[in-house]
Nanobody, 125 residues
Framework: QLQASGGGLVQAGGSLRLSCAAS????????MGWFRQAPGKEREFVAG????????DYADSVKGRFAISRDNAKKMVYLQMNSLKPEDTAVYYC????????????????????WGQGTLVTVSS
């Protein structure tokens, strides 16, 4: 089970830190990703991190502003979001790519097999 939290209302230029808690399973083996879906838009990849944290990937729209990290001992994944913009407003989801020990981070939503519920991030202008 994946449980995302940390969303909320923030002014443009502000910061938020999203957390995703995993329970059960063998969390440390899997690539973890963050996706988002804005109203009326398709779900899009935001960031991903492989099992060892040796590889990360980001959407161009968030590079330099967002940072993904994980703590395998705590079964947690984080998304630090800085310099937030109104266009970052969306429901954010964490997801697991259940291919074990994968090195590369895949960016398609179809590559992720397990999803948590979303957490809403609203950025006001």
């Amino acid at each position: 089970q994946l449980q995302a939290s940390g969303g909320g209302l923030v002014q443009a230029g502000g910061s938020l830190r999203l957390s995703c808690a995993a329970s059960g399973g063998t969390f440390s083996r899997y690539v973890m990703g963050w996706f988002r879906q804005a109203p009326g838009k398709e779900r899009e990849f935001v960031a991903g991190i492989n099992w060892s944290s040796s590889s990360t990937d980001y959407a161009d729209s968030v590079k330099g502003r967002f940072a993904i990290s994980r703590d395998n001992a705590k079964k947690m994944v984080y998304l630090q979001m800085n310099s937030l913009k109104p266009e970052d407003t969306a429901v954010y989801y964490c997801a697991a790519d259940l291919g074990p020990w994968r090195i590369e981070v895949r960016v398609g939503s179809g590559d992720y097999n397990y999803w948590g519920q979303g957490t809403l991030v609203t950025v006001s202008s």
